[in-house]
């Protein structure tokens, strides 16, 4: 790998590793899943190549080959796995413009996006990028515009599409979504992520979400 090609990153400063050929997909994988097993457990600073190596079992020569060093492995690991975190979340901006019942459509929406973010390998991951944001700032960009993109963004353009309908009166459809998830999943969210051993709790989650959503509508809903 020549330096141009090691140095390569994206626009968020996350790793551009090239894609290995048929023969090195395996050793490539092996690397990946015991590199996120290994950051999961430890964090960066006290994470181990020798323990990567040995997890993977694959050669720390190898390794270094693949991805140049420790802060590139990291980035390029936690960046390619960030992207893939809301993948079992489906869009929901135009189900939800279209909902006969709004408030049912956004109370199933914010429990399945809960219910998502609250999985403990999401959690883990989430714990690592806030304990690592001062080194690897791109990490919590990445993740945020992930959010954006694939959350935010289609239930702002639900919030508008009602708001022009006259279902809602929302001034500002981008901060109300951010309202919404707020008073939400926000709330748990919060809470798991600081106390690693709170269980989820299903009558708490009903709870909280109704509530949450009982909120916005009376702040946004026009009747």
């Avoid at 090239?18 to 090195?24: I, L, N, T, V």
């Avoid at 181990?48 to 492995?73: C, P, W």
């Avoid at 990445?142 to 001034?171: I, K, Q, S």
């Avoid at 708490?204 to 949450?212: D, F, K, M, Q």
Wanted: hydrophobic share 45%; proline share 4%; aromatic share 8%.
């Amino acid at each position: 790998m020549d330096a141009e090609t090691m140095n390569a990153t994206d626009e968020y400063g996350i790793p551009i590793i090239p894609g290995p050929s048929d023969s090195a997909q395996r050793k490539r994988q092996a690397i990946i899943d015991a590199a996120l097993a290994e950051f999961l457990t430890e964090g960066y600073s006290a994470a181990s190549m020798d323990a990567i190596t040995q997890r993977s079992g694959v050669s720390k020569a190898t390794i270094y080959k693949h991805f140049g060093n420790k802060e590139r492995l990291f980035l390029a690991v936690v960046g390619g796995v960030l992207p893939q975190t809301y993948a079992g979340l489906q869009c929901c901006g135009s189900t939800i413009a279209q909902a006969p019942d709004l408030r049912a459509a956004l109370i199933s929406f914010t429990t399945d996006w809960t219910r998502l973010v609250l999985r403990p390998d999401i959690m883990s991951l989430r714990r690592l990028v806030i304990g690592e944001i001062d080194r690897f700032p791109q990490l919590g960009q990445l993740w945020y515009r992930v959010t954006y993109d694939m959350n935010n963004g289609p239930l702002t353009e639900a919030f508008t599409e009602l708001d022009a309908r006259g279902t809602l009166e929302v001034p500002d459809p981008a901060l109300a979504v951010q309202q919404l998830v707020a008073a939400t999943l926000g709330v748990l969210q919060l809470v798991h992520t600081f106390s690693t051993d709170t269980e989820v709790d299903e009558a708490e989650l009903s709870r909280v979400i109704t509530s949450g959503v009982d909120l916005f509508l009376a702040r946004y809903a026009t009747a």
